[in-house]
């Protein structure tokens, strides 16, 4: 049988076009761009998408952000903050993602978690943390009294999912900053988990997870504790040991604050 007409590779195909985000076809039949550009008149160039949509999906660095801290400034409650993601248009990410994931759990909770970005399964469900890792961190959570479903708070710094789970680009996390920092003010916890690279990153300005982990910080006026993401705990279940340590200080300084 052809190649071309392999039942599985057209699977494979189709499957990795829906994972890219793809939801409906354009046309009924496929268009070959390089024929068609061969085929136009002599001097004529072919069509070019019109120099406002170019700049509205790519736009300076500078204004993204411009915009994106006005957008922020602008949420006056936590479903303004959504409501001000949803209309932001200047991160790519979105473009490709199913849903805009903002955050679960119970907001005002003593305890918030700013996790990294969405995967396949927070994608699909527009929910942060609720695969392999998500149900680990539940776990985690457990044995120290938390729960989602009570006293914990959680979002991710990017709320759409990157293409094949990339890390997150300078840039992106760049503008996705102003609403994380508003997130904070709006959910107004106790202390910050920061889980993984990405949140440190972001949150502190720091990198290096392995080293900061463990360590409290400051951020915006809370204090932070970044921690081993649960999907490096999954591959690296020797790590395990400084995540039990680390949940034991946060248990530490909720008591502390509590009495």
């Not at 119970?106 to 998500?134: L, N």
């Not at 985690?140 to 989602?148: D, H, K, N, Q, Y």
Request: proline share 7%; with cysteine; charged share 25%.
């Amino acid at each position: 049988m052809d190649s071309a007409l392999d039942f599985h590779s057209l699977r494979a195909l189709l499957e990795w076009q829906v994972e890219l985000g793809a939801d409906e076809a354009i046309g009924d039949v496929p268009v070959n761009r390089y024929e068609a550009e061969a085929k136009a008149p002599q001097g004529v160039a072919p069509a070019a998408a019109p120099a406002a949509n170019v700049a509205l999906v790519q736009p300076s660095g500078g204004s993204a952000v411009a915009a994106a801290r006005k957008a922020a400034e602008g949420a006056g409650d936590l479903e303004a903050l959504r409501a001000a993601l949803g209309a932001y248009e200047h991160c790519e990410l979105k473009r490709g993602a199913r849903n805009l994931v903002f955050s679960d759990g119970v907001p005002g909770a003593r305890v918030m978690i700013i996790g990294e970005a969405p995967g396949r399964e927070e994608d699909r469900a527009g929910r942060p943390f609720v695969g392999r890792a998500g149900q680990f961190l539940d776990r985690m959570l457990g044995f120290i009294g938390l729960s989602r479903d009570e006293n914990v708070y959680i979002t991710n710094v990017m709320p759409w999912r990157p293409p094949q789970n990339a890390d997150p680009k300078p840039d992106e996390i760049e503008m996705m900053r102003p609403f994380v920092e508003r997130h904070v003010a709006l959910a107004k916890p106790d202390l910050l988990i920061l889980m993984g690279n990405t949140s440190c990153q972001t949150v502190l300005g720091k990198q290096g997870i392995t080293r900061l982990r463990g360590q409290w910080d400051q951020a915006w006026g809370t204090p932070a504790l970044p921690m081993l993401h649960p999907a490096y705990l999954l591959r690296m279940p020797s790590a395990k040991r400084a995540a039990w340590a680390d949940l034991l200080e946060v248990q530490a300084k909720l008591r502390e604050g509590a009495a």
